[in-house]
């Protein structure tokens, strides 16, 4: 399934994907928000170890980013565990953005992001 990922206004969509960096002797994890319409980050989480909380702090920090006007908006992801989270959904609900997930082995919902 192909995925539209254009946007007419600010804050109705956005594109999740996360990634892991070598640091040292250590691994941090990165999770990240792009808004669809300017494709510019928007909001962002790192974390040692990987947590559940990654994208939910990610959703925050971009429902910060706009000042908190962000009801009906869609953040596309795929299914890893952070995105799928209850974290993540509870910080999706109460800002009043829609999940969107690929299916399981799928990327397509996160085809901007990567």
Known sequence: MI??????????????????????????????????????????????PVCTSLAADTVEMAVA???????????????????SSRACAEACSSAGVRRRMSAVGSSADKALAA
Do not use: K
């Open 65 to 83: 980013a706009r000042s908190g006007r962000v009801s009906g908006g869609v953040f596309h992801t795929e299914r890893g565990s952070h995105y």
């Open 3 to 48: 995925r539209d990922f254009n946007a007419d206004a600010l804050n109705t969509g956005w594109c999740g994907d996360s990634t892991y960096m070598a640091v040292g002797t250590t691994c941090l994890y990165a999770a990240m928000a792009i808004g669809i319409c300017l494709r510019l980050l928007v909001g962002w989480s790192i974390a040692d």
